[in-house]
């Protein structure tokens, strides 16, 4: 099929034509010493100057990972992780500034070449940016007019120092710190990641986002994000992130915890594009992320959009705890692949209490040597009363050197329930591409414009802003005539 | 109590009389029953039904009736073949067991060789038509598990039809293994009822290995077992095999019903159907698991696998994990799970015509199977399994 031939050689291209974010920022870095034991530990909480409750959780969480085992049911293979041969710690040498003009211009610079709205421009995107450089936070825009709404939007750090009791409370209380391998090293040693507190009764009136990428060699980045909806408030929050090209694998273990309440609504949309290793699969980002959603309240909502395109390795199963009545959980997610990625993604939908109901939506995309897996799982509790689940997953293969994999897990144990799923496994129909043809489009527009309509459903779920930028990486990834 | 007690009342002399069965034995100490921790019995837990498996619970053979043997076929009684009542068909005949057990053979596998009995094998050559035969197995006075082996070898362009039908009655375990090969255009339908005690393990595991435009025709009715599972690995090794897989699964009480299929796509343009149905009462659990796998080389398969459920009462459990691993890019796979109740508008609709409550029911349910027994159509064997799910219908008491 000349298409698929022509497919595969704009890949190729591509491939050829390398990754466009990857440079590297040159900044004195302010490295602990390689390794992980408790003292690391108790040096991370140190220079955080953090409470002492913090660091009986982080070291109860380190001591919890001494005795897992990292997980091997997942669908990857990746050489073992050496995690003493890592730094745990690193951060820009000079003291947190205060504004945009304490901020090292080289980040500045970075960020510039990033795109990022850091500065009067994010005014006119309307997009409040809580930017993560490596493990801490430098700079955060909108604060004051966030907080006249009263909603808290900060580092992590930050909130453990101003709002300890909102931390206490809700930190690994959807995450337990010994919830599972990476979890646990996160909860040890997190450095830095956002916090977003909405009160009571808020919409909060623009879309949160942050913008973070890991830099400097051999520093393992351990996000630790949390997001609380308190009764009827409502917020969209925005995570993209791109990393510099480098030929170690480095690893990043988030943890990112939605908690809402009586009819709050949490969107938390996600545009990876990490460095995902060269065409041979050297280099690239293992990330190993844990994101969970409780919903707690009544009627709540939490809405998971993932565009995966990056990363050697994808180990990923954003998931919602449906606990409060009639509240409902939703996951729409592109997974691309491509070369020798793995990616091994999907979700949890556990529904605890009557009428809730799920929706998934999975579009897996495989070219190259790439492996490309759904892995979710539906469980319907008892107590679940006439709960509600709808699965759909596709995949589409873009040559006859990869795979698509769909795993998913249902267990049901109420009867006035209602599961339905479904999944196709297809290339791109010749009729199809025919019909493109016909109409005077270029083989690879054909292309392109299939594979967008092939992600069509997941992608209007994104905010606007970000429709364009996983149009953009989608093409990045596949090739030139896509979006 | 362990769940290996059973071990000790084997006779290791005869065991160790054939050459393969000691390593068989000591391949399955080394595994052991399998827990939830392995993958492929994720939603089984064998070991901890086996711990508190009541071994000394004695039925009574002689109350069970044989069906009607109107075809050929080979009756075993407790693993043993029971010449009285068998009327082999020419091509059956006694299995001399001594198998070998292969690296990945799973422990069940494994116990069937290490304990040998009696066995069936089943070979027609090229072009050779069989008919019909009746496989039957009954079991209930046996304090370590039957093992039956059966081997089937269908020549190319040959033809047969087997019934299988597993029952008795008392505590007993049941781990029979099927290794069916089929040559080029053979055809094989099989049709399995199984209705073992309530007390019952059964554990059934099937191979099949397929030439180039074989077919294979199974359904499985499970109605019986304590615990049960059919489990089934059928590769398609030669081009344009087509399989034809359903089961149904009735379970009421505390019964735990599995069915795990493994179709493997190792050749292009092979065609793979699966239904699979499970109708779930009482404080039942039913688990159906589908792997269709497709590799690099087959290109142009089409594999379908649908799997329902219907939960009929409220501590009702349904598991499934239906699987696709596609490493094909011109292929068309598809799967689909549904899970629901009966549809209470439907029962109205049948009720305000006058008919009662019970009966709308059994109408619906009925009809709920109706797909699961297409590939035994109208042949007749039909009646045999039709009596089969009435008889659970009046143990359900629906």
Known sequence: MAAITETRETIDRLAESGYQYGFETAIDMDFAPKGLNEDIVRLISAKKQE?????????????????????????????????????????????????????????????????????????????????????????????????????????????????????RKYLGSVVPAGDNYYAALNSAVFSDGSFVYIP??????????????????????????????????????????????????????????????????????????????????????????????????????????????????????????????????????????????????????????PNTTSTIVSKGISAGHSNNTYRGLVRIMPKARHARNFTQCDSLLIGDQCGAHTVPYIECRNQSAKVEHEATTSKIADDQLFYCRSRGLSEEDSVGLLVNGFCREVLKELPMEFAVEAQKLLAVSLEGSVG | MSELDFLDRIDLASVSEHPHRLAALDAFRAAGFPTRRDEAWHFTDLKARMRDFDWAQKGDQAVLALPDLSWAGV??????????????????????????????????????????QDGVEMVLRDGEEGGTVMMVAQAGASAQPITPRYRVVLGAQATLTIIEVAQGSGAYVHDPVWDITLGPGARLDHYRLQDESVQSVHIATVFVAMGEAAHYNGFTLAVGASLARSEFHVALNGARGDVHLNAAQLLTGRQHGDVTTVIAHKAPLGASRQTVKSVIDGAARGVFQGRIEVDRIAQKTDGYQMNQALLLSPEAEIDSKPELEIFADDVKCSHGATIGALDPEQIFYLRSRGIAEADARALLIRAFLTEALEPIGESMARPLFEAAIEGWWRRAAL
């Not at chain 1, 500034?97 to 080289?106: G, N, W």
């Not at chain 1, 500045?108 to 450089?133: C, H, Q, T």
């Not at chain 1, 949309?269 to 990490?274: A, K, L």
């Not at chain 1, 565009?307 to 180990?315: K, N, Y």
């Open chain 1, 51 to 167: 409470p002492e409750w913090l660091l009986e959780w982080r070291l109860k969480a380190y001591r919890a990972w001494l005795t897992m085992a990292d997980p091997a049911w997942a669908r990857i293979v990746h050489p073992r992780i050496d995690y003493q041969d890592l730094h745990y710690y690193a951060a820009p040498r000079a003291p947190a500034p205060k504004s945009l003009d304490e901020v090292d211009p080289a980040l500045l610079e970075m960020y510039e070449k990033l795109g990022i709205p850091l500065n009067e421009r994010a005014s006119l995107a309307g997009v409040a940016v809580d930017a993560v450089f490596d493990s801490v936070s430098v700079a955060t825009t909108f604060r004051d007019s966030l907080a006249k709404v009263g909603v808290i939007f900060c580092s992590i750090s930050e909130a453990v120092r101003e709002h300890p009791e909102l931390v």
């Open chain 1, 200 to 353: 009571q009764g808020v919409r909060c009136p623009m879309e949160l986002s942050t913008y973070f990428r890991i830099n400097a060699r051999n520093t393992g980045q351990f996000e630790r994000t949390l997001i609380i909806a308190e009764a009827g408030a409502s917020v969209s929050y925005l995570e993209g992130c791109t990393a510099p090209m480098r030929d170690e694998n480095q690893l990043h273990a988030a943890v990112v915890e939605l908690v809402a309440h009586d009819e709050a609504s949490i969107k938390y949309s996600t545009v990876q594009n990490w460095y995902p290793g060269d065409a041979d699969g050297k280099g690239g980002i293992y990330n190993f992320v844990t994101k969970r959603g409780a919903c707690r309240g009544a009627k709540s909502k939490i809405s998971w959009t993932q565009v995966e395109t990056g990363s050697a390795i994808t180990w990923k199963y954003p998931s919602c705890i449906l606990q409060g009545e009639g509240s409902s959980g939703s996951f729409y997610s592109v997974a691309l692949t491509n070369h020798r990625q793995q990616a091994d993604t999907g979700t949890k939908m556990i529904h605890l209490a």
């Open chain 2, 75 to 116: 009756v075993l009684r407790d693993g043993i073949w029971d010449a009285a009542s068998s009327r082999p068909a020419p091509f059956m005949s006694r299995l001399v067991r001594d198998e070998v057990v292969r690296a990945g053979s799973t422990a069940l596998v494994a116990l069937n060789a290490a304990l040998g």
